[in-house]
């Protein structure tokens, strides 16, 4: 298969994957999987994000919230969190109870998926109470990008050093 085609599939089948990560599933080197990239990035193939660590690609056609949200969905931890929000509401302890992370790597995440406007909260008999601000666009994206596609050991790794 040619290169190119290879790595706009792999794209397609992972919105959001990560450079290594393509490295891994390629067997291509740095300088060639750069080469091809930045040349689909060009022609204007494929949608590139990058920030000061990470570098990910996603197929056109994701919107900017898409990228958002797919971000989070590939990273364990607030995948955790979103699929425990999806099911109902919940205060703090109960996420950290669900997603069996310590306190301090749940409100890490939690902080994030406010900031990246995901989750909101409701002080509810002076507790906060966690929900998804937008039930229906996460789980088509969870239905679209099936979770077992999303999900990379990889990234448990991130979460991994994240909570450190």
């Known amino acids: 298969m040619d290169r190119d085609l ?3 599939d792999l794209i397609e089948k992972n919105p959001g994957i990560k450079f290594r990560e393509m ?4 067997g291509m080197k740095n300088g060639v999987l750069s080469y091809h990239t930045r040349k689909l990035e060009k022609i204007g193939v494929v949608k590139v994000e990058r920030s000061s660590r990470k570098t990910r690609f996603y197929p056109l056609g994701i919107t900017n919230e898409e990228s958002v949200l797919i971000k989070s969905l590939r990273q364990e931890t607030p995948r955790q969190i979103l699929l425990s929000l999806l099911e109902t509401d919940l205060v703090f302890n109960k996420i950290v109870e669900k997603v069996k992370k ?5 409100s890490t995440y939690l902080s994030q998926l406010i900031n990246d406007d ?3 909260f409701k002080i509810i008999d002076l507790k906060k109470v966690f929900s998804i601000k937008n039930k229906k666009i996460v789980q088509n994206a969870i239905n679209k990008y099936h979770p077992t596609l999303i999900e990379r050991s990889a990234d448990r790794l991130a979460d991994i050093f994240n909570s450190l």
């Open 118 to 120: 995901l989750v909101e």
């Open 102 to 106: 310590s306190q301090s790597t749940v």
């Open 6 to 8: 290879q790595i706009i």
């Open 23 to 26: 490295m891994r599933e390629t």
